[in-house]
Every structure is written in C-alpha cells, then in structure tokens.
T-cell receptor
C-alpha cells in the first residue's frame, strides 16, 4: 500500500514571501502521478500542480513549482510571492499509473498554510 | 454543468436514519470517485466508478455504505442506519477517464457535510 506523509501540520508566512511545503511518499512502484491540491475554507479541492514520475523535469504553474526527488520519494511544493488568497489547506496526493486496482488518490494529512498580511 | 455538483450541501440527520448523497459529475467524464474527509481520518478514498461499474468496493467503510451510478452520469452514495462516526464531509470527484490510465486529474465538488445527531 502507498502512503503519503506531510510533516508540517501548519505553516505561517508573510505575504510576498516564498514558502515550501514538504511531502514524502512510500511506494515500491516506479510509475505514478503526484499532485498538490488546495482546499480553501469553501471546501472545494482545487488542483494546484501535478507531476508524472517518469518526467525528471519539475512541474511549474505560475507561482507554484515542485521539487520532485524520485530517489528520495520527496515531492515538495514551493509557492513564490505568496498572496493572501493562498491561505488554505494543501494536500499532497499520489496515484499509481496503470495496472489493476482502484483509481483513488492517496492523500497526506495536509498542511494548513496561513499567509499573514 | 461546468463543475462537479453535489447535493445536499449540508445534511443533518438522526442516528439510525438512512441518507442519500448525490453527485453530478462534469459532463463527459467517465470516471467518478467518492471520498470521505473527517478530522480523525483525513481524506479517505471510498469507491471509484468507470462508467457504471465499480471494480473495487473494498474502500467502503462498512456494509451500511453502498453506491451506484446510472447512465454513466449521476452517482448516489447511500448510508443506511447512520452512526455518529459517519459524520464527515463526503467529496465527489470526476475525471475524463481514469486517473491511472491517462493522467487525468480529478475535479472535485464542494462536498456534502453530513452531521449525525
């Protein structure tokens, strides 16, 4: 079974600062996908960024980027120039690529990110 | 519709009653997922549909839980003889096809907050 660990229950930074959220995972498989989702108080889960394990290049989406270290099974999220609207719960998620079995995401426990004005 | 729609948004019911939660996925999405989010357990994957078929129901917490999907569209999650530990937010997601098959991200609804008195 796969597991996802987010070791930072809560983080707080000042607006415009850069913040990095950590995520590690455990799997014996080689092909998988990783995601970061954001959940603001409105409750809706919003996809922030995704990474295919077979790609060495780190994914980027505007102010959001990841540091994917496959050998270390690490998938951290960096938010640059943080904004008040970035305040939310952030979840790291994992799913295997192809093969049998269920298609559901395995989530970490989440990191509550607070951006201070 | 434009996004995944879930109803009701909130549901309060007495212990022992049956409840039915509804999910209307994004039009054209063949894959549909149910998750449960609670303080103690975090985000748990419950069940996945590809079309109208659920290949694996082992994620459902007990035999009081059942789910179906008809016409490859709307899905209902039914909880019979509700217990207080069933109190949680139930999230539904859909993707164009299975996440594992084609790296299709899951798009989430706003969830149903279920409270068992």
């Amino acid at each position: 079974a796969q597991t996802v660990t987010q070791s930072q229950p809560e983080m707080s930074v000042q607006e415009a600062e850069t913040v990095t959220l950590s995520c590690t995972y455990d799997t014996s498989e080689n092909n998988y996908y990783l995601f970061w989702y954001k959940q603001p108080p409105s409750r809706q889960m919003i996809l922030v960024i995704r990474q295919e394990a077979y790609k060495q290049q780190n994914a980027t989406e505007n102010r959001f980027s990841v540091n994917f270290q496959k050998a270390a099974k690490s998938f951290s999220l960096k938010i640059s120039d943080s904004q008040l609207g970035d305040t939310a719960m952030y979840f790291c998620a994992f799913v295997l690529h192809s093969g049998g079995g269920a298609d559901g995401l395995t989530f970490g426990k989440g990191t509550h990110l607070i951006i201070q004005p | 519709g434009a996004g995944v729609s879930q109803s009701p948004s909130n549901k309060v019911t007495e212990k022992g009653k049956d409840v039915e939660l509804r999910c209307d996925p994004i039009s054209g999405h063949t894959a549909l997922y149910w998750y449960r989010q609670s303080l103690g357990q975090g985000l748990e994957f419950l069940i996945y549909f590809q079309g109208n078929s659920a290949p694996d129901k082992s994620g459902l917490p007990s035999d009081r839980f059942s789910a179906e999907r008809t016409g490859g569209s709307v899905s209902t999650l039914t909880i019979q003889r509700t217990q207080q530990e069933d109190s949680a937010v139930y999230l539904c997601a859909s993707s164009l096809y299975g996440t594992r098959q084609g790296n299709q991200p899951q798009h989430f609804g706003d969830g149903t907050r279920l409270s068992i008195l």
